[in-house]
């Protein structure tokens, strides 16, 4: 069966992130409150797999090799199973 | 000599790479990273500057996973000289041939002009040329070029003299402890970011510290090779 997973890429709270505090400057120029503004990544990553189980470990070596940087960033996931399209 | 440029979709510095090695006497071959060429023929490989994959997901992310990266690893493991020039520098970082990562410059601006490095380590093969504390001059032109490395990763790269050049004082660059070029342990992988290719010939308005630091590469190389 087919699964989504939302997967959330963060920069780590240590690295600090240039386009976040670009935005959240312009925004208080606006008159905002903004504290401060992170950017991340949101992928929406649709696999097929029988258990969800075997789905999570797939997200996780996609993550572990390719889509998240160890040094910089970190990241969550939440799975879901998918609807099968309508015939 | 001959040296390997590696060549992937968006690379867009491999002739400029090509150029300097012959402005220097020396052959290479254009290596698409798709093909199944044999790279131990070659003396040193290069992974020129541009855009892999147009930097999507992060720069040099996703040429990190091509085909050609398991025979460029093996070549490193045996010894083989990888320079990775800007983006390549990316790619090897992303590769974990090199520690550290990139990040997009604080400014947010595509950065295009002459920077001041000093020597760090002058017993390298980037540096043979020069002197320790020299300053040189080299052409820098990248958007995401802000090195980071944590407190433990920066205290193995001093304590290993893995730093090769580091941004002048006066540089207003935000990469920690103002890396500009780093070498792995075994000193046989490089990367720089900045560009040597561009700064060979005085006519071109970028003076030539950049062929010193090709003429060191291949100093070192003649060193290896004979």
């Known amino acids: 069966m087919k699964w989504c997973a939302k997967v959330e890429i963060m920069l780590k709270p240590s690295v600090l992130d240039p386009k976040g505090k670009a935005m959240q400057k312009s925004l208080q120029k606006l008159g905002y409150p903004t504290e401060d503004i992170r950017v991340g990544k949101l992928l929406e990553i649709v696999v097929t797999s029988d258990t969800q189980k075997k789905a999570i470990k797939q997200i996780q070596a996609m993550a572990d090799q390719m889509l998240v940087n160890p040094v910089i960033e970190e990241y969550s996931f939440a799975l879901e199973p998918l609807e099968e399209e309508e015939q | ?226």
């Open chain 2, 1 to 226: 000599m001959i040296f390997g440029i590696i060549v992937f979709p968006g690379s867009n510095a491999e002739k400029d790479c090509a150029k300097a090695l012959s402005l220097l006497g020396q052959q290479s071959d254009l290596i698409w990273h798709n093909s199944n060429t044999d790279i131990t023929q070659y003396h040193g490989i290069i992974i020129p500057g541009g855009f892999s994959y147009g930097d999507y997901l992060r720069p040099g992310a996703l040429a990190a996973q091509s085909p050609i990266t398991s025979s460029l690893k093996q070549y490193a493991v045996k010894g083989g000289f990888i320079l990775g020039i800007g983006n390549g520098f990316q790619i090897l970082t992303e590769m974990k041939l090199l520690a550290g990562a990139f990040l997009p410059n604080h400014s947010l601006k595509f950065l295009e002009r002459n920077v001041n490095l000093r020597v760090e380590n002058q017993k390298t093969a980037l540096a043979r040329r020069f002197k320790n504390k020299q300053i040189i001059n080299i052409p820098f032109a990248n958007g995401a070029g802000t090195y980071y490395i944590n407190q433990e990763g920066l205290n193995k790269l001093n304590d290993k003299k893995q730093i090769v050049f580091r941004y002048a004082q006066h540089e207003k660059n935000n990469s920690t402890d103002n890396i500009a070029a780093i070498m792995n342990e075994k000193g046989n992988v490089f990367g720089l970011m900045g560009h040597p290719e561009r700064g060979m010939e005085n006519i071109l308005g970028a003076g030539e510290d950049g062929r010193l630091i090709m003429a060191s590469v291949l100093d070192h190389l003649l060193r290896r090779w004979n």
